[in-house]
Structure formats: structure tokens, C-alpha cells
């Protein structure tokens, strides 16, 4: 029996491409070559080589155009990602390919990133670790620098999925006081005394730090916008770990310029790898390249989940255990 075909768009870590040559006819991009960046050249590799599951990841155009001119072959689309908001999940329902994603592993990896831009702004470190590298700093001083604490503070967590919980189990241990929003409340034993916001407005103006972690798309797009962010606090932080999409980011510049708010942490931007000019002068906002999920173990662990789907749909006929949709 020849193995099913398995295009993956993306270099992955090495244990994950070891482990597809081996069960699937895997056609790797060895060399990561941007041809998983053009959705019309992902459909013809998938054509030419017979593909029967691709394995794509965040960020990768896997749109309706792209969906409708993928080869009937396709059985699945497994992302190697949480995030499902680059692939048009109902045009690959209609078509019958199953589209799943890999949630759970990442959510610690992620609010860990989420916590390190929450100490970066708050204790203005990206401000100095530039000043050190610049050779501008002439000695301690009294009042260099000085951050606040997070300590006894009110981390505001929008988006309280699994990444969120994980951030404010951390918290905890920071002594901060947890709030959330979310389209609903969670029951008591994942909210661990959390306060449950139901509207915006309630919420931000009760926070002093905000924590972003919705999904992308059209819901979420320009969330936090000029209105919303006229509603926290003077002094207040921001940090976005979920999609850039979801922050105006006109409105949050001009919120960091004004002082309103004190200091930002991003992970994430609309139009990747773009990031809004606006950020790049400013000193109190702390930017990282997408690096969420990126430990060694998370990104085995989310290469072996996605794995573990395509398995299931194309060796074993069944359905993905992370189907979306
Ligand atoms: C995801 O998984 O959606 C992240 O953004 C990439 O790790």
C-alpha cells in the first residue's frame, strides 16, 4: 500500500519531519522556501504531488481561494497552530476536508510569553536592556527607570480560554487580583476566584493591566480600539499575545504617546511581519517577533498533535481528535 501523501508548508522542528517521512510520502519545504506564503502555489504543490493531508501553519493564506482550488485528494488540513484564523474553515467543510489544530500544548508556552511582555512593560526592561547595549548606561541611580509592580494589581484577562487560565494561575503567584472577560462565564473550578466581566466597559475600567487572548477574525478585528482604550485606567498596560488584529493600533499608539496608557507588550501584529510603524520610535512598548509557542518542547508537542490528526483521518479513517469546525 503507498503511504498517503503529506505536503507540510512549513520547515518544522526536526523530530516532526523525521516522523512524517516515516509514516506519510511527506513532501517537506526543507529549505522553508516562501512558496507556503502564495495560497494559489500551495494548491498547485498539492496537485502536482497528489497530497492527500497538508499540514500547514499560522499564518499560511489557506483562504476560501485556496480551499476551492486545492485538489479533491485533500482529506485534511492540520494546523500547527491554536489559531485557526488563517484557514476558512467553512469553504474546507463543504468541500468535506477536515480542519484541525493544536490546542492544550501551547497555553502554558503562551502565557508564559504573555507574563515575560507583562514584566517587560511593567519594569521597563526592553528600556533597559537597550540603554546597557548602547553603552548609555552611566550607573545606578535612585530613580532610573522605576517600573511598578505586578504585584496586587488587577490583570484583566480578555479571552478566558486555556492561554488565559494558564496566565492567571501565574498571576496568582504574583499575588494579582484576576478579572475576566469572555462571552461567558466559566464554572467556578476553572474560574478560581476570578470576577467574570459581561460587558467592556464594566471591565476595562476595572483593570490596571490588560491581557489580551481572543481569536482572530472579524469579531475581534480593531476590539481594542479608541473608544475602548479611553476606557481603562490612566496608567494602565496593555499586552496582546492573540492576534494584532484585535488592537487599533493608531489608538493604542496615540494612547502610549499621551501617557494614558503607561506601557504595551506585543507578540503579535496585524499583517505579520509588518509591524505599524507608530511602535517602532516608542520606548514603552516592548515588541517580540510571534514568539508565543516557540519553546523546543511546545513546538515538538504541537508537531506531534498535529500529527496525531492526520493520523487519525488518513491512517486510521477516523476523525481528528483537534477537528475545528
Ligand atoms: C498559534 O498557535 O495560533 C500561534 O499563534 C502560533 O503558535
Not at 504541537?302 to 490528526?309: C, I, T, V
Request: aromatic share 6%.
Amino acid at each position: 500500500m503507498p503511504k498517503p501523501v503529506l505536503l507540510l508548508t512549513r520547515r518544522l522542528p526536526e523530530a516532526i519531519e523525521v516522523r512524517a517521512a516515516h509514516d506519510y510520502d511527506a513532501r517537506l519545504n526543507s529549505g522553508d522556501e516562501p512558496w507556503y506564503q502564495d495560497g494559489a502555489e500551495i494548491a498547485r504543490r498539492a496537485a502536482e504531488v497528489g497530497a492527500t493531508g497538508i499540514l500547514c501553519a499560522a499564518g499560511d493564506p489557506m483562504g476560501a481561494a485556496t480551499i476551492k482550488a486545492l485538489p479533491d485528494s485533500v482529506k485534511i488540513i492540520a494546523t500547527f497552530s491554536v489559531g485557526t484564523d488563517h484557514i476558512d474553515i467553512a469553504s474546507a467543510k463543504a468541500r468535506g476536508i477536515t480542519v484541525a489544530n493544536t490546542p492544550e500544548v501551547l497555553s502554558f508556552a503562551t502565557a508564559e510569553c504573555a507574563f515575560t511582555l507583562m514584566l517587560m512593560a511593567a519594569r521597563r526592561a526592553g528600556e533597559g536592556e537597550r540603554m546597557v547595549r548602547a553603552g548609555k548606561w552611566e550607573g545606578w541611580a535612585p530613580t532610573q527607570l522605576m517600573g511598578v509592580t505586578l504585584e496586587g494589581k488587577r490583570l484583566g484577562i480578555a479571552g478566558f480560554g486555556r492561554i488565559g487560565r494558564e496566565l492567571a494561575a501565574m498571576a496568582r503567584g504574583f499575588r494579582m487580583e484576576i478579572h475576566y472577560r469572555d462571552l461567558r462565564r466559566v464554572p467556578a473550578e476553572l474560574e478560581q476566584g476570578a470576577t467574570f466581566h459581561d460587558d467592556d466597559r464594566g471591565f476595562l475600567s476595572s483593570i490596571d493591566i490588560l491581557s489580551m487572548h481572543m481569536p482572530g477574525g472579524d469579531a475581534t478585528r480593531k476590539w481594542l480600539n479608541a473608544e475602548r482604550l479611553s476606557w481603562m485606567r490612566k496608567g494602565a498596560l496593555v499586552i496582546n499575545t492573540g492576534r494584532g488584529g484585535s488592537v487599533d493600533d493608531a489608538a493604542l499608539v496615540e494612547a502610549l504617546i499621551s501617557g494614558h496608557i503607561r506601557a504595551a507588550g506585543l507578540d503579535v501584529y496585524d499583517g505579520e511581519p509588518k509591524v505599524f510603524p507608530g511602535y517602532l520610535g516608542l520606548e514603552n512598548v516592548a515588541l517580540l517577533p510571534h514568539l508565543g509557542s516557540a519553546t523546543i518542547e511546545t513546538r515538538d508537542a504541537m508537531g506531534q498533535r498535529a500529527l496525531g490528526n492526520v493520523d487519525a483521518v488518513l491512517l486510521r479513517g477516523m476523525a481528528a481528535p483537534d477537528g475545528v469546525g
